[in-house]
């Protein structure tokens, strides 16, 4: 193992106002979950967001996930469809509800939900005397889904569409920001994501209604009384005031995180452009722009001679941290059981993709040690 300073996948990346709106947060008392943060970190989203956006503070992404479903409609028995190439997050929530999640296998240009496969799944869950309740869709990595044909079925079937874009903040199909799409959409500020609030999530609403009902149930359901009163079963997923004030300071350097996440993939890209074997994840064309979260490699090794663990072996030697991509919920231990449609490319990516490291804040130095670590595999 190098003795040289750890090479991070994607580490939290400090650099505009958060100490100040923090120091605010103490100045003023509101350490709880209320506050001018919170509110001006929500007006921030929603003003980036654009398309009426209505943005709703969490402590996680998964949070805003059952959120959705729940203002969605699901309940104990009903049938969610959900992106299997993705990581648990976004499936867990289904079983919170009592659902039964039916996975999806992803296409070959983003690495996304299949919309054929999509629709093959609601035809025969409909012949089953089963109509799937709602839709999760994942913009994976960063990278926009196709997301004009997915809401096409959604739309034809009358399910509701839930966006997961915990990955995505800043990208865009056909110039519009992803999260925007659905029916809800979902927002991550974990640690590693292109802004962070240490941890935090929100939920993107299209009324100011579903925001209520959102803010309601975030807020342990609390009904109008005097008293503690509760005719609902309520949540405590609201986002604290504090980390808010971190997430408005990342907010104002949002836009130079993503330029800076571009150019690492730009440099894995000018690194890997002829090394015949290793094709990277990119937009397959000029409607989709992505903030490149995380730059990803599939790898043949019939043709290139060496395999992932390989690339990963050789970058651990010398402490640099890469991953293999997500293991497909369909082959997960816990979900096994649940009906998968497709035709496993998904596994395909898990058995032969990487993560390489792609944080805002890698400087040359560390991108010449990522290089010349590289190269003792691509010779």
Known sequence: MSDKNKIW???????????????????????????TNIDAFETHIESYLGEEA????LSSGTAAIHLALILSGVKHGDEVICQSFTFSAS???????????IFIDSEKETWNMCPIHLEKAIQDRLA?????????????????????????????????????AA??????????????????????FNGNKIITTTG?????????????????????????????????????????????????????????HIALRQDVNRFYK???????????????NIDHKSNHWLSCILINEKISGFTKEDVRLQLLEDNIESRPLWKPMHLQPIFLKYKFYGDSFSKE????????????????????????????VLG
Not at 54 to 57: E, F, L, T
Not at 91 to 101: C, E, K, L, R
Not at 169 to 188: E, H, I, M, Q, R
């Open 9 to 35: 996948l994607s580490s939290p990346h400090m650099e505009g106002s958060e100490q100040k709106y923090i120091a605010q947060a103490f100045a003023k008392n509101e350490l709880s979950s209320f506050g």
């Open 54 to 57: 209505k943005v709703v503070g």
């Open 91 to 101: 499936a867990n929530p289904i079983t919170y509800q009592g659902a039964t999640p």
């Open 128 to 164: 089953s005397g089963k109509k799937p309740k709602a839709i999760i869709m994942v913009h994976l990595y960063g990278m926009p889904a196709k997301i004009s044909e997915i809401a096409s079925v959604a739309k034809k079937y009358e399910i509701k569409l839930i966006e997961d």
């Open 167 to 188: 990955e995505a903040l800043g990208s865009t199909y056909l110039g519009k920001k992803c999260g925007a799409f659905g029916d809800f959409g979902v927002l991550s």
């Open 200 to 256: 935090g999530g929100a939920l993107i609403c299209k009324t100011d209604l579903d925001k209520q009902k959102a803010i309601f149930l975030a807020t342990q359901a609390k009904d109008e009384a005097v008293h503690y009163q509760h005719s609902k079963i309520g949540y405590n997923y609201r986002m604290s005031n504090v980390i808010a004030g971190i997430g408005r300071g990342q907010m104002e350097v949002l836009d130079n």
């Open 270 to 284: 000018n690194l890997f452009k002829d090394k015949k074997g290793v094709s990277m994840l990119m937009e397959p």
């Open 349 to 376: 990516l898990f058995n032969n993709g990487l993560c390489l490291p792609s944080g805002s804040n890698l400087n040359n130095l560390e991108k010449e040690r990522i290089k010349e670590s590289l190269q003792k």
